[in-house]
């Protein structure tokens, strides 16, 4: 652990967190992309070429995230951020809610959310808990434009001017339940390396990436509250 006395934690999670609630991973067997293309309903153009696909596959995850409930490795890290004494952000690539439902404050969805709509006229974002189709107004400009909120294939994720800055400051950074193959969140274990940080990864599968200085293999559920402890621990 770093010499200061309030270390900063920059933690980032992906889809393997939230497996154990019920939501579907990405890459896994029986995963989102083993169904639909990525082309199809990951991209812009796939929602110019048929919004109503699109659409529909953000509906049936937005109905299934709102179901699912949070775990102990989210509600871990909801416990370590109260604990905490020093900086702490969560980075999530994931867009359901199970961060915020466990109590987490700083919580940056670089991919976006299911719960939110963006006009892709006027550039709003508005809360969105129901199914959206081609017939729903944007609430600021009035315009049928909506599309799902969710960062995809090709576009920009947000908030990545605060990730830079967290990462530079970093002492700690532990990535959980992800693949580590979509950048730019697949090169955050470098620029946190880069900075000194310690590095730690969990993970059902090791990701075998050798920028990860403390790699523990196992559940989220079952590795990130036994991780939170020890760190606690050292860090009374
Ligand atoms: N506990 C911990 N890790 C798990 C668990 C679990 N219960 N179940 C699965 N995992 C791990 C897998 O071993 C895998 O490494 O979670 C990871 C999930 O990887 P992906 O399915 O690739 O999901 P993710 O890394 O979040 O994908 C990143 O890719 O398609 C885009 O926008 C999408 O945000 C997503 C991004």
Known sequence: MPISAHPSIVVLTGAGISAESGLATFRDQGGLWEGHSIEDVATPEGFARNPDLVNDFYNQRRREAKLARPNSAHNALAALENAWDGDFLLVTQNVDELHE?????????????????????????????????????????????LRPDIVWFGEMPYDMDAIGTALGGADLFISIGTSGTVYPAAGFVAEAAHHGARTVEINLESTHNPLFSDCRQGSASAMVPAFVRELLEAHR
Not at 110 to 122: D, I, K, P, Q
Not at 124 to 129: D, G, L, R
């Open 101 to 145: 439902k466990a109590g987490s404050k700083r919580v940056l969805h670089m991919h976006g959310r299911l719960n939110s709509a963006l006009c892709y006229e006027c550039g709003s974002h508005q809360h969105w808990e129901d199914d959206l189709d081609q017939g729903c107004f944007c609430q600021s400009c009035t315009r049928a434009s």
